[in-house]
């Protein structure tokens, strides 16, 4: 049993997966950011799986189902598959006494709605937190949407939305859980602290007729990859184009459709589908590059699209994402899914530009990102958050 001997909250979050996994991308990195950041105001308690997103062994060198710090002096819970039971959950809360229970996804099994339901049940009187993670977003719930909808009617009945409190990460998260849920539900507004790239803009050689792109994100129909290959396509046939993937792949056959349409590029247009990239190699990797590609269905806030600019890599995604105004900025680009003519004007003129063109979208995708994070009040938008 802890002992605690200060006056800081406790705060509890329970998410699918945590350091050192890295395939799940951008959910690892929201939690991270936040523990990281506000660790001297708050007391952080993780609970979360023993692996990482598709594996089927834990972390090597990771005890489980105990509470553990890390380097960083973070407790941690790596819980094996069995071990998010009722009477271990039960446990678990005794130890930590949180103030605070804070969920990183909407329709996990294992921790989100388990737990949810044994805290409801047994009166919890702490603050009850759960942030959507762009899950409601129309475009993420195409997904398994009978599933998600049953959960949603019933999370309803039951009553679970009056005793939350939702945080949003954008306008459009914040519309979204009044749709399906109320108008009077609690909702707190503060967009995720992204990683900053702290390095000084350098130029990269690009010349007219070149493009080096790259995509970095989970292969699956959320993410819509298939979509800016098809685009590649219809690319005229000059130059030396190649687009790098990296990624999880948690859909096979959505990763296998993909493979054939880049099969059938034309031989100037190179696709190397590389495999999942470590976090800390993540900034290194996109500094090789001249476009950042993300035709994305829906995002409530895109990690890899913000580290991307942060680089220095203009990005072309779609219209769901919280990125707007980029165009002005020379940030890059938003355009509707529906306009594969403006994807594909896009691409070439990335593809003809020259060095002294390609550097003013470059430093200017490296301008909006910092000007966003030096303009985000994060430290009073998560004292709202945690009070």
Not at 99 to 107: H, P
Not at 301 to 313: D, L, Q, R, V
């Amino acid at each position: 049993m802890y002992k605690y001997e200060n006056l800081k909250s406790r705060i509890l979050i329970l998410t699918d997966w945590y350091e050192p996994g890295y395939k799940a991308g951008g959910p690892i990195q929201s939690v991270k950011n936040i523990v990281t950041r506000f660790s001297d105001q708050y007391d952080f308690y993780i609970l979360t799986s023993d692996r990482d997103l598709g594996e089927l062994t834990p972390y090597k060198g990771l005890p489980t189902d105990k509470w553990v710090q890390n380097d960083s002096k973070e407790n941690i819970w790596y819980a094996s598959p069995g071990a998010m039971n009722r009477k271990n959950l039960e446990s678990i809360f005794r130890q930590v006494q949180p103030d605070i229970v804070y969920f990183n996804s909407m329709f996990s099994s294992r921790f989100t709605i388990v737990p949810l339901w044994i805290l409801i049940r047994s009166r919890f009187q702490g603050r009850l937190i759960i942030a959507p993670r762009g899950m409601l977003h129309a475009g993420a719930l195409k997904r398994k949407t009978l599933k998600k909808k049953i959960f949603l009617k019933v999370f309803k009945l039951l009553g679970w939305s009056r005793r939350l409190q939702f945080h949003a990460t954008d306008r459009q998260e914040y519309e979204d859980i009044i749709h399906y849920f109320s108008k009077d539900s609690r909702i707190i507004i503060a967009e995720n602290i992204p990683n900053l790239n702290r390095g000084k803009w350098t130029s990269r050689a690009k010349a007219p007729g070149a493009l080096n792109s790259v995509f970095i994100s989970r292969i699956n129909r959320k993410k819509n990859l298939h979509y800016i290959l098809e685009i590649f396509k219809e690319l005229k046939r000059t130059g030396k184009i190649s687009l790098d993937i990296y990624g999880e792949t948690d859909d096979p056959a959505y990763a296998q459709k993909c493979e054939r349409i880049a099969k059938e590029l034309p031989s100037n247009i190179s696709v190397n589908f590389k495999g999942p990239v470590s976090h800390h190699e993540v900034f290194e990797t996109l500094e090789q590059y001249h476009l950042f590609v993300l035709p994305t269905l829906g995002e409530n806030f895109g990690h890899a699209i913000f580290e991307a600019m942060s680089s220095g890599c203009p990005v072309l995604i779609s219209d769901q994402t919280p990125w707007q105004q980029l165009t002005v900025s020379k940030g890059g680009f938003g355009i509707p899914l529906n306009d594969r003519g403006s994807y594909l004007s896009a691409l070439e003129n990335f593809v003809q530009m020259d060095q002294q063109e390609f550097d003013k979208w470059s430093f200017g995708a490296k301008c909006f990102a910092d000007k966003f994070y030096v303009n985000s009040d994060f430290e009073n938008k998560y004292r709202e958050l945690f009070g």
